[in-house]
Each structure stands twice: as C-alpha cells, then as structure tokens.
C-alpha cells in the first residue's frame, strides 16, 4: 500500500508561483504513473496532469495553458507540480495520487485510472 501526503499549498495573490509536493511512502512511487487532480468547491475533482515512471512523459490539462510543470524525484520519492501564473480560477484541494496503468500518460487522466490518494493540500489565490 502507497501513502501520499501533498504539501506546499497556501494563500497566495493572482500572479503568484507555488510548488505543491507529494512525498510517498510505502513502496518507491516510481512504480507508479503520477498524477495531481484538484477539487474546487461545489465542484467535481478534475484531471490536472500526470507523470510517467520515468519522468519522460508528462501530460496537462488544457487549462493548465503552459503555466504549471509536474516533475519527480524517484530517489527521494517525490513528485512536484510547480505552479506559476496563479488565478483565482486555481483555487483548489489539490491531491496526487497513483496509478498503475499502462500506456501513454495522456490516456490516464481519467481519476478511475488511478489508484491511491493523498489528503490533498489547499491552494487559495487571491484576486
């Protein structure tokens, strides 16, 4: 079993850059594809990007618009989604999570793919 605990969110202003974290523990997450979602509220968790076993592949979500970077550590267990160009639009539970499927990561973004999740972190962008 994987266990995931997101850090680095906050309260930040429009414009602003934060580096979320997720450190796992339990087995080495390069097994494993990873992804972050958010949840906004009164609203349905969402796709945000994903990240092969290797780190060679990434895959975003068009909102995303080139703003974001989804990088991992496989030596330390780490996987990181580097934030910058925040909106209040971004204002958001943002959870990683695993996956254990196959194939290219821009067929994964779908949260039945993937498999454990974090607590989330919260994420506030101010206008």
């Known amino acids: 079993q994987v266990q995931l605990v997101e850090s680095g969110g906050g309260l930040v202003q429009a414009g602003d850059s934060l580096r979320l974290s997720c450190a796992g523990s339990?087995?080495?997450?390069?097994?494993?594809?990873m992804g972050w979602f958010r949840q906004a509220p009164g609203k349905e968790r969402e796709f945000v990007a994903d990240?092969?076993?290797?780190?060679?592949?990434?895959y975003f979500a068009d909102f995303v618009k080139g703003r974001f970077t989804i990088s991992r550590d496989n030596v330390k267990n780490m996987v990181y989604l580097q934030m910058n160009s925040l909106e209040p639009e971004d204002t958001a539970v943002y959870y990683c999570a695993t996956s254990s499927q196959y194939g290219a990561v821009s067929s994964l973004s779908g949260m039945n793919k993937f498999d454990y999740w974090g607590q989330g972190t919260q994420v506030t962008v101010s206008s």
């Open positions: 339990g087995r080495t997450l390069s097994s494993y594809v």
């Open positions: 990240i092969s076993r290797s780190g060679a592949s990434t």
